[in-house]
């Protein structure tokens, strides 16, 4: 049985008729497996990271652990969620990072930091100079040269991420005067669901090139390059996903022009975690309304804001509820175009956008697909105080 069919049975088991059935539910061995293909299909100098953010649940980071080399946190929380994991190198990124942060993984000796301006250089100078201790730093470099399509772009535009590649000389110069501080590498995370392998690989053979020719230029002594994460998932045709057979071939071929004593590190998000999660939420009713046809569902994007936030329909199936218990005739609609919507009272919170359902009646249950990365954790889960999702791990 596949996992995605061992999870409707799952659900079926558990559902009970008188509440209605929202949950998250993660296939664990699935992404166990999945992380430890991914790491095995990458060069030996390349090394899997994993970003928190994508999601932090401890169960899932459990799992994770098991197979990466390392985790990326964006916040002094998220690095708290790893003191249980001693031996996994630790980076920190992130805009806006506290002093307390700062002071945290100078204090714990995590293997980077990533530098997101002079001025946090400067406040991690000091900090490590009352510390006593010489910190080792990535800069963070919003490139020149955009990189292809992709969702979201943070490089080759303004944005408030990283240092402008056009001031590196002035800034390499400051950054020379200070003695606590060591640039031993150089952090690159610019793109987000870039679903183009080919363009993945044309970022990061020109992020190396970039890494050698400033290690040249500036003296420096680097053993460290981060790619960042981005890698994509196709929501909308499933039937395209990102190439990764082709990206880790290419990767290889690329990594015979880095030298052996770089650590090259992806520290993925979504890519690794996106496809083990599901949300699923029970049909509370079913409308037309100037046309078009409505589903509402116990949850939302109160549990799920991907889809609103993107405004894509998010893919899904219905899994068919035979029990009715009502004494009243069950509503449904039948080969109908469907907008699928939450129990929230704004009309912005809609999981799904037109999408055609051969059948879909009160009772019955939605599960999205791609709900293990930026779903829950990006949602706004107090908004009306509905009740929270139960949370499953198969
Ligand atoms: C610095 C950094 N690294 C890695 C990631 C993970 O990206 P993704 O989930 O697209 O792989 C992010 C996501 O925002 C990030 O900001």
Same mark, same amino acid.
């Not at 990458?42 to 899932?60: C, F, G, H, I, R």
């Not at 995590?110 to 000091?126: C, Q, T, Y």
């Not at 499933?238 to 990206?247: I, K, N, T």
């Not at 690794?272 to 037309?288: C, I, N, R, S």
């Given at each position: ?8 049975? +799952? /659900? ?20 166990? +497996? !999945? ?24 169960? &899932? ?16 929380? +998220? ?14 990124? $992130?805009?806006?990072? @506290? ?32 510390? $006593? ?14 990189? %292809? ?9 303004? @944005?408030?991420? #990283?240092?402008?590649?056009? *001031? ?15 640039? @031993? %590498? ?63 071939? %290419? ?46 569902? *116990? ?6 804001? &991907? ?14 509820? +035979? ?10 609609? *039948? ?17 799904? *956008? ?17 709900? #293990? ?6 949602? !706004? ?10 949370? /499953?791990?198969?």
């Amino acid at each position: 049985m596949s996992s995605a069919e061992q999870i409707k049975t +799952e /659900i079926l088991k558990m559902k009970s008729a008188r509440h209605p059935f929202c949950a998250y539910i993660y296939d664990i061995k699935g992404l166990e +497996e !999945h992380a430890l293909s991914l790491a095995a299909s990458l060069p030996e100098q390349v090394s899997l990271y994993y970003a928190m953010k994508a999601n932090p649940d401890p169960v &899932l980071i459990h799992a994770i652990q098991r197979h990466v080399k390392g985790f990326e946190a964006a916040s002094l929380g +998220e690095l708290d969620k790893l003191t249980a994991f001693p031996d996994h190198q630790k980076v920190i990124s $992130g805009p806006a990072k @506290t002093d307390e942060f700062l002071k945290a993984a100078i204090a714990r000796d995590i293997r980077m930091i990533h530098a997101e301006s002079l001025w946090e250089v400067e406040r991690i100078h000091l900090i490590a100079q009352l510390l $006593g201790k010489k910190v080792r730093i990535a800069l963070r470099i919003n490139l020149e040269a955009a990189i %292809g399509k992709a969702r979201l772009t943070m490089a080759g535009k303004p @944005t408030q991420f #990283g240092i402008d590649e056009t *001031r590196l000389p002035e800034i390499m110069e400051m950054i020379k005067q200070l003695p606590f501080v060591e640039i @031993t %590498g150089f952090h690159f995370h610019s793109v987000s669901n870039n679903l183009d392998a080919s363009a993945h690989l044309a970022f990061v053979s020109q992020c190396l090139m970039k890494a050698k020719e400033w290690e040249a230029q500036y003296h420096l002594d680097l053993n460290y390059v981060n790619f960042g994460g981005g890698i994509g998932i196709h929501y909308e045709k499933q039937d395209e996903p990102f190439h990764w057979a082709a990206f880790s071939q %290419g990767i290889h071929e690329l990594m015979t022009h880095a030298p052996s004593n770089w650590e090259l590190v992806f520290e993925l998000g979504r890519y690794l975690a996106a496809p083990f999660g599901y949300y699923a939420a029970e049909v509370m009713d079913v409308k037309e309304n100037h046309g078009q046809a409505y589903v509402t569902v *116990r949850g939302g994007s109160h549990h799920l804001r &991907l889809p609103a936030a993107w405004k894509m329909s998010h893919p899904f199936e219905v899994i068919a509820v +035979e029990e009715w218990e009502y004494p009243l005739s069950r509503p449904e609609l *039948r080969e109908k175009e469907v907008w699928i919507a939450g129990e929230l009272c704004t009309p912005n919170d809609v999981l799904v *956008r037109g999408e055609f359902c051969t059948n879909i009646r009160v009772g019955d249950i939605v599960l999205f697909h791609f709900a #293990g990365a930026y779903a829950w954790t990006i949602s !706004h889960h107090d908004f009306l105080s509905h009740g929270k999702p139960q949370m /499953i791990y198969i």
